[in-house]
């Protein structure tokens, strides 16, 4: 069997019909766009195209959207430019502890440039705490930040709740606060490990800004989008020569956006079909590994409110580093929030910070799942897991 | 770094896995907190004062356990005296080296193995109990990695100062304020030395 890759939450496996669309754009068509001449002209309707494919599958205005060199970079520009086209509104930001590292290390740099930021909470199951967003919005707030899909535990985050909440904010409403400083505060949500594997639109949840990348979805590395609604400041954080979007200045591969274009097209042609094939598997190997193990920790949320791609348990008495290792040596990608898998040596700070203790978060295994992957890799995992965890179970010193 | 062909060997075929029911001393170092952990089991020859008989349980990583498994293959059918002078370097050429993060796991394994050498040692009165005091520390500091660098603190001259009064023990450090390492740096010192009965408050300054 081939390389089984169950690390899809870090990146997927780009689809060979993905591919196919990129190459003619490495080869006779790799011109950047230009006016008039017919070389331009073609690299132009690639980014037309690309634009209405993403605007499509969010329900999203063409002109709301805007092309980036992946999901960071989106994240950058959303959260930077929204800061900084805002800051004479107001200095205080909130996300949360769970959120994706672009959030946190964005928050941090403000943070460390003079903004306020309010790190919210989050409950066992990885839901941040609403009652603390509610008390904690101010005239000074201008955004809140959250991550749709959380890229640890899987759990879904509601945008509309937390939309409700900050709508019924008064600066929001209008009603005269003393002092107000007629603040609005926008919702930036990191869309990566949601996109694709649930519907997004971005009309109904009424958000501002919102990320996402193609190489989650089977599509390449190296191309991202942002979507900012209609009338949301974004002040320009990267200038430069302006070739394919005006916020991520500079050449973007066409390449990466013709396959971008395709995965999305691949991902949306049947989006509950994929979801429900997806949640299969993720079922499928619960229920394998529950068999022969007994009952595991499932860390996240669990049903409709968790991603369908998503697996992350914990393995009592069972180093996650080592059980990743082992599996790597069969041939299997998998994740673990081990403190040994780390570089600061340091146990997951989601897991720690939804209650998980040392050695919960050190025996954890999380295992994400694409469209590609196959239920034969799925029943072969579950064989290799099992016969993993027997083994360091027998040299455990615990 | 990648791990090596051999602590891929180590890892996955552990030499001397498991437990002796009679052994003549055991001893524990790391614990489930910090992700890693191992336990040898000793077999000593009386008289000549040699390892008979070896073995270990470990809960860790791939090279906890690696570590682990090569430290016990080479010093089995050595003396206590020999034991006692194998280091971590050792362990980490043997395996034809670890990643610099990884490096902690070889300290871990030598730890081990010296902890239950000297309790054997104290247990037969070939050797006394040392007093605690600030030299007790500073060998302490010796089994410290800094992930980063691959080396211990000392070494680093990351130990600016050690004071040790009336059970109050305060190391101050010499380390950088935005070092990614410094929380995992203070938390083994705290966890290396709150074993110490002798230390009543300890205090670390970074």
């Given amino acids: 069997m081939e390389r089984v890759h169950l690390d899809n939450c870090m990146t997927t496996k780009p689809d060979p019909l993905v591919i196919e669309a990129m190459m003619p754009f490495l080869t006779e068509k790799y011109f950047l766009p230009s006016n008039f001449v017919s070389t331009g002209s073609n690299s132009k309707k690639c980014i037309q195209e690309c634009k209405q494919i993403v605007a499509k599958s969010l329900n999203a205005d063409e002109s709301e959207i805007h092309l980036t060199s992946g999901g960071t970079s989106a994240n950058n520009i959303g959260i930077k430019g929204y800061i900084m086209a805002n800051a004479h509104k107001g200095n205080h930001i909130i996300c949360s502890q769970i959120d994706y590292p672009d959030i946190l290390t964005n928050a941090a740099f403000f943070e460390e440039n003079g903004f306020d930021v309010t790190y919210l909470g989050a409950d066992w199951d990885g839901y941040i705490d609403l009652e603390k967003l509610k008390s904690s919005l101010r005239k000074e707030t201008i955004l809140v930040m959250t991550t749709l899909a959380n890229h640890v535990l899987g759990t879904i985050q509601s945008i509309k709740k937390i939309k409700e909440i900050i709508n019924c904010h008064p600066s929001k409403t209008g009603v005269e606060m003393t002092g107000s400083s007629n603040s609005n505060i926008a919702l930036f949500v990191d869309a990566g490990h949601a996109y694709g594997r649930m519907p997004i639109d971005v009309k109904e949840l009424d958000v501002d800004i919102l990320s996402f990348s193609a190489h989650k979805i089977n599509g390449p590395q190296g191309a991202g989008a942002l979507f900012v609604k209609k009338g949301t400041k974004i002040a320009q954080t990267k200038h430069g020569i302006v070739r394919i979007d005006n916020l991520d200045t500079g050449g973007i591969s066409l390449a990466a956006l013709a396959g971008m274009a395709k995965a999305i097209e691949l991902q949306f042609n049947d989006l509950q079909g994929h979801i429900d094939y997806m949640r299969s598997l993720q079922n499928r190997l619960l229920q394998g590994i529950e068999e022969k193990l007994g009952k595991v920790l499932v860390n996240g949320a669990w049903g409709e409110n968790r991603i369908c791609h998503n697996l992350n348990i914990s393995i009592e008495n069972v180093e996650g580093e080592g059980m990743m290792m082992m599996l790597d040596m069969f041939g299997i990608n998998v994740a673990t929030g081990s403190a040994c898998s780390s570089q600061g040596l340091q146990p997951n700070y989601i897991m720690m910070a939804t209650g998980r203790n040392f050695v919960q978060s050190h025996g954890s295994m999380k295992f994400t799942l694409s469209r590609l992957t196959t239920q034969a890799e799925i029943d072969y995992t579950i064989v290799k897991f099992v016969e993993v965890v027997g083994k360091l179970r027998k040299i455990t010193s615990i | ?206």
Wanted: some cysteine; charged content about 25%.
């Fill in chain 2, 1 to 206: 770094m990648d791990y090596s062909e051999k602590v891929l060997d180590h890892f996955m075929n552990p030499r001397n896995i498991g437990k002796i029911t009679n052994a003549d001393v055991e001893a524990t170092e790391g614990s489930p907190a910090c992700g890693d952990q191992v336990t040898y089991y000793l077999k000593i020859n009386e008289e000549t004062l040699t390892i008979e008989d070896i073995k270990f349980l470990s809960y860790g990583c791939a090279s906890n356990i690696a570590t682990a498994s090569i430290t016990s293959e080479l010093v089995k059918g050595k003396t206590l005296e020999e034991a006692s002078n194998f280091t971590w370097k050792q362990i980490v050429e043997s395996l034809d080296g670890l990643p610099s993060v990884k490096i902690h796991c070889s300290v871990l394994a030598v730890d081990a193995l010296k902890s239950a050498v000297k309790k054997y040692q104290i247990e037969k009165g070939l050797r006394a109990a040392e007093p605690f005091n600030e030299k007790t520390v500073m060998q302490e500091m010796r089994s410290i990695i800094h992930s980063g660098a691959g080396d211990d603190i000392v070494t680093l001259n990351m130990v600016k100062s050690i004071e040790y009064q009336d059970g109050i023990l305060t190391i101050n450090l010499n380390i950088s304020e935005k070092d990614v390492h410094k929380c995992t740096v203070v938390s083994e010192i705290k966890e290396h030395l709150s074993r110490f009965e002798e230390v009543k408050e300890l205090n670390v300054r970074a």
